[in-house]
T-cell receptor
Framework: NAGVTQTPKFQVLKTGQSMTLQCAQD?????MSWYRQDPGMGLRLIHY???????DQGEVPNGYNVSRSTTEDFPLRLLSAAPSQTSVYFC????????????FGNGTRLTVT | QQPVQSPQAVILREGEDAVINCSSS?????VHWYRQKHGEAPVFLMI?????EQKGHEKISASFNEKKQQSSLYLTASQLSYSGTYFC?????????????FGKGTKLSVKP
């Protein structure tokens, strides 16, 4: 049981480059979300999705795009990377029904130079 | 709006107790607690629902005072394995357990 899988684990970008962080889950969870983690700032919500075709903004959405074409996948796109986007990114998923915790992926460490 | 966690950091000797607090300025439906080891993903500890219920996980328990929008995490007879950063994640009314708002974390260090 893979759970939540994120790729890549590490990435270095130059300012202005674009890239997509991949996230996939095999638990048939409706809810998926992206968080970024910076030292001393905790986990901040970027975007989330309640199901295929539905996305919404979190606390810090600027500079990021998402889409949800399938239940399993929730990619995060950086259109023009900036040094301020240097961070560790976590994807998470959970059920919408009942009481359920967030299941986190192992994270992607992104450095923008 | 991020909940406020206190203290920011705490150092314990094995066997000592600790309390970590989480306060929100908005009405809460639930509070989730996670622990994160360095370089790893956060790991779920427990969920507290409105009603002030106290939940337990080994020697770790928590309470939720919905009137004060506060939750406290109690670590009893701490072990070395308890070291890490603890985060509370809050769910407001109209929100969802899928888009929790997390505090900045409390770093707990347990020494032999």
């Amino acid at each position: 049981n893979a759970g939540v899988t994120q790729t890549p684990k590490f990435q270095v970008l130059k300012t202005g480059q674009s890239m997509t962080l991949q996230c996939a889950q095999d638990m048939n969870h409706e809810y998926m979300s992206w968080y970024r983690q910076d030292p001393g700032m905790g986990l901040r919500l970027i975007h989330y999705s309640v199901g295929a075709g539905i996305t919404d903004q979190g606390e810090v959405p600027n500079g990021y795009n998402v889409s949800r074409s399938t239940t399993e996948d929730f990619p995060l796109r950086l259109l023009s990377a900036a040094p301020s986007q240097t961070s560790v990114y976590f994807c998470a998923s959970t059920r919408t029904e009942g009481i359920s915790p967030l299941h986190f992926g192992n994270g992607t460490r992104l450095t923008v130079t | 709006q991020q909940p406020v966690q206190s203290p920011q950091a705490v150092i314990l000797r094995e066997g000592e107790d600790a309390v970590i607090n989480c306060s929100s300025s908005k009405a809460l439906y639930s509070v989730h607690w996670y622990r994160q080891k360095h370089g790893e993903a956060p790991v779920f500890l427990m969920i507290l629902l409105k009603g002030g219920e106290q939940k337990g996980h080994e020697k770790i328990s928590a309470s939720f005072n919905e009137k004060k929008q506060q939750s406290s995490l109690y670590l009893t007879a701490s072990q070395l394995s308890y070291s890490g950063t603890y985060f509370c994640g809050t769910e407001g009314y109209g929100g969802s357990q899928g888009n929790l708002i997390f505090g900045k974390g409390t770093k707990l260090s347990v020494k032999p």
